[in-house]
């Protein structure tokens, strides 16, 4: 009997711990998405201050103190990043501003679009009749409600640059001591804190490498496409070079939509496919290249998460944060595979994140 009721107990024991397995996935899942505003540009820069550490590094071994060599390595990236935005806004305002020049190349690629819309539009009213009194059309645009939108943006946007420029200085200033403060923490328990060691280690050790040479990587893809589209003589090389470097931080979806642009703009240039087709190889040529020969030889499995996992984390990541998601999600995806390795009850989640 009593055999019985302890395997009762530990039945509903197993359920319960399920049950609240379950509920906790969801509150987390759902922090994430109400607190995206605030939690996108913090884990960002946490993630940007991997790139920025060697530099901060150097300047200690440089007797600079810690503070200030966290200082200088927060407007080093600040004034990269913003050096990287207003290239490609200066960019594209250079190929609008171009666009009317391109009026005819246009007009004969929409005129089939538009044959096609008027088509369907008019099997559309054969279908549907108009209300009596016809259809009333707001003429006036709707300005005040306009620029409070582009108002409360730009807000936004300031708000989130702001987060994530204190926050980059803060885990590069105060990182090392946090870290102390976890270890203190777990000194009652030995086998806790050598696994808290061993995990912080490999985390800072693996993804500062990845972040410092996909970033690396990246700027020598970008620099060589713009030199060979320049050399081509395709108009604006250096949108796409800057443009496909920045799209290769996002895996698989990256490159190919990297494809799209190039090939637009040849397009509107030549106006033939022959034209097209060689920009289109060019760059189909310059990715190969790197993704066989470059990464393997910098990267190697130097993150060794399954494709799948990744293929899958992007779009969860993305679900979740949109495009910034798509930027984070091999980090985050390979610091939960770590960490998930050093917590004996969640070693099986390690084992299926990983390769």
Known sequence: MRSRLDTVVQRNSRITERSLALLATAAVLAFLWLAREFLMPAVLAIFLAFTVHPVVSWLERRHLPRWAAAAAGTLL????VAGIFALLYGSFSAFWAELPQYEDKLREAVQGIVRRVA???RQGEAMVKPPPGGVKVQESVPWGVLLLG??????????EAT???FTLYFALAEGPRFRQKLLTALSRDAQARERAVSAIAEVH????????NRVAINTALGLVTWGIYALYGLEHAAIWGLTTGLLHFIPYVGPAAGLVLPTGMA????GDVQHVLVVAAIYTGIVALQGNVVDPLFLGKQLRLSSIVIFLGSLFWFWIWGPVGLFLAVPLLSA???ICGHVPRLR??????GE
């Open 77 to 80: 990236a600040t004034a990269v």
């Open 336 to 338: 939960a595979r770590i």
């Open 348 to 353: 099986v989640v390690a084992e299926f994140l």
């Open 119 to 121: 088509h369907l539009q």
């Open 205 to 212: 050790h693996d993804l500062e490498q990845y972040m410092v």
């Open 267 to 270: 397009l509107l240039q030549y």
């Open 163 to 165: 987060i994530a420029v």
């Open 150 to 159: 582009t108002a409360q943006g730009a807000l936004a946007l300031a708000g």
